[in-house]
């Protein structure tokens, strides 16, 4: 099987990215993830651009890597500065990479217009750029900005920018589509010309501004090139870079190239998560092969099939990449999305009980009202358990009271709860006071509660989320409150609709509280 060199610039173009900004604690985090994931090349940054990337560099210097080399990246030398008084060279060298990435001009639209010197001067500093790099002894990757743009212009031009870097030494000539503007059958038809008069290893770097980043990377491989560039998740400035994500599972799954091993592809997910962690992005839901959604079953004709045979609906293998099947279940499941849903939860559910129908009428009743379980997997279990008989009445209300007052000499608003419970034969009464009326509510429940199951001292709200539904019909629309409770490690999450705000966080309320002490009664009683 052929290696391809993957590339990595989450650190350098990803930081380019409108919303990115990674400390150099960050940068060193993710090297070494991106190192451990089998990463062969790890672009740390520009050093001559800002003091945050030369302090990446001192740090990877004292960093064990163990398999990727770290590359400092920059321009070539400015047209008036002999080389080895260039301030930019200087930085790169200063860096102290085995490896440096330098970018030179290919479009003579760049060379007039940017820097603004003639063709032959911009050859010039390229050789010598690069030559001067490798007396010192460092790996040169030559990144040939624009040039597929270039090509277009002026063919010959853009060739004579290759050989120039080749002849300084250049181990690669990596084509980049910095605009983004070029599609992937161009870039079949111009790599064949190019490996007609370069016989140097070539490299790709794309950018998604057509949208067809990965497209244009996996043709190109396809065409010979042997090292690939993007990122992770594809971060970049403005549409992004090429996703590292999608063109690592196609290469290997799917076109038959090998990236990295077999197990540490498994890691391509959670690395996807990591390094949105850090960004501190959320992570998008419908990313190719890492997403949350990616293999994620909503339609009950699809469950079905998924369920005989999960090749009906699935192009790999989920745990390939790290990755697991998600049933959904929303209004449009059927009897099937049920079943699964159940067997994963652990409830035993016979496919010709009643109770299957009764589950799925309910579900689409719910959700009409404005129910929501796909988030909601506590409620959920809880809505089964009713109907195959596995839950138990752990409390009644009574009734319960909450007030808020507020007075022109008081910056809050003031709230208290009264709530009345029978649990058995013995009633209890409680009152407390909160900040807000909801968690006044939820300190007179749990209060109330706490005597007949001190259990409930474990557990503690996380989260809490309200969606007003219907905005339309403005303050009488309904709302859904979705609660997060932990218990110790373990969490889950539990909905609840009504057009009152207070009464809908009851639901969720009860919901949270019955999901603990269904648990915990089982783990007794078994
Ligand atoms: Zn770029």
């Known amino acids: 099987m052929k290696q391809i060199f993957l590339y990595d610039t989450t650190l350098r173009d990803g930081t380019q990215s409108e919303d990115i900004s990674f400390s150099a604690e960050d940068k060193i985090k993710i090297a070494k993830r991106l190192d451990a994931f089998g990463i062969s090349y790890i672009e740390g940054g520009w050093p001559g651009s800002n003091p945050k990337d030369m302090e990446f560099f001192d740090r990877a210097r004292t960093t064990k890597f163990k398999h990727a080399k770290i590359a400092a990246f920059g321009s070539t030398r400015r047209a008036k500065n002999p080389v080895e008084k260039d301030a930019n060279i200087r930085a790169l060298l200063d860096a102290q990479t085995s490896v440096v990435t330098i970018f030179g001009k290919s479009w003579l639209l760049h060379v007039k217009e940017a820097l603004q010197i003639s063709p032959e001067e911009n050859i010039a500093l390229i050789t010598d750029s690069v030559a001067y790099l490798k007396k010192h002894g460092k790996e040169v990757i030559y990144d040939a900005e624009h040039f597929f743009d270039g090509y277009k212009q002026d063919k010959m031009y853009a060739l004579k920018t290759l050989t120039a870097a080749k002849e300084g030494g250049a181990e690669i000539l990596v084509l980049c589509d910095t605009n983004g503007g070029t599609l992937p059958w161009e870039i079949t038809e111009i790599l064949r010309e190019v490996k007609k008069n370069i016989a140097t290893p070539l490299g790709i770097h794309t950018h998604n501004d057509s949208g067809t980043a990965v497209a244009s990377a996996l043709m190109a491989v396809n065409e010979g090139c042997v090292q690939v560039q993007g990122t992770i998740n594809g971060y970049g400035e403005r549409c992004g870079n090429a996703n590292l994500c999608s063109i690592i599972p196609d290469l290997q799954l799917k076109m038959g190239y090998r990236c990295v091993t077999d ?88 496919e010709k009980s009643p ?134 490690e373990t969490s889950w999450n539990t909905v609840g609709v009504s057009p009152d705000v207070v009464e809908a966080s009851w639901k969720a309320l009860v919901d949270s509280i019955c999901y603990h002490l269904l648990k915990h009664h089982k783990k007794n009683t078994n």
């Open 355 to 488: 109770a299957v129908q009764k589950i799925v009428d309910e579900i689409k009743e719910m959700e009409h009202y404005g129910y929501s379980f796909e988030d909601a997997e506590g409620s959920f279990e809880l809505m089964v358990k009713r109907h195959t008989g596995e839950m138990k009445q752990f409390f009644d209300l009574e009734r319960f009271k909450v007030s808020i007052q507020k007075d022109s000499l008081e910056k809050d608003a003031r709230s208290e709860a009264l709530i009345k419970i029978r649990v058995g034969d013995e009633t209890e009464i409680t009152a407390a006071e909160g900040d807000g009326p909801v968690n006044a509510l939820d300190k007179a429940l749990r209060k109330a509660l706490e005597k007949f199951y001190p259990e409930l001292s474990q557990i503690h709200l996380t989260d809490y989320k309200v969606r007003v539904l219907d905005t339309q019909s403005a303050t009488a629309a309904k709302v859904r409150v979705l609660i997060e409770t932990k218990n110790g």
């Open 263 to 350: 197990e540490q592809l498994a890691h391509l997910t959670s690395i996807s998560r990591y390094v949105s962690e850090l960004a501190n992005m959320k992570h998008q839901k419908n990313l190719p092969f890492v997403g949350e959604s990616a293999f994620a079953h909503k339609g009950g004709v699809h469950v079905s099939a998924v369920m005989k045979t999960a090749l009906t609906y699935e192009h790999v293998v989920p745990e390939a990449v790290g990755s697991v099947r998600r049933v959904l279940v929303s209004d449009l499941s059927g009897r099937s999305n049920i079943i699964f849903k159940a067997k994963e939860l652990g409830v035993k559910l016979d």
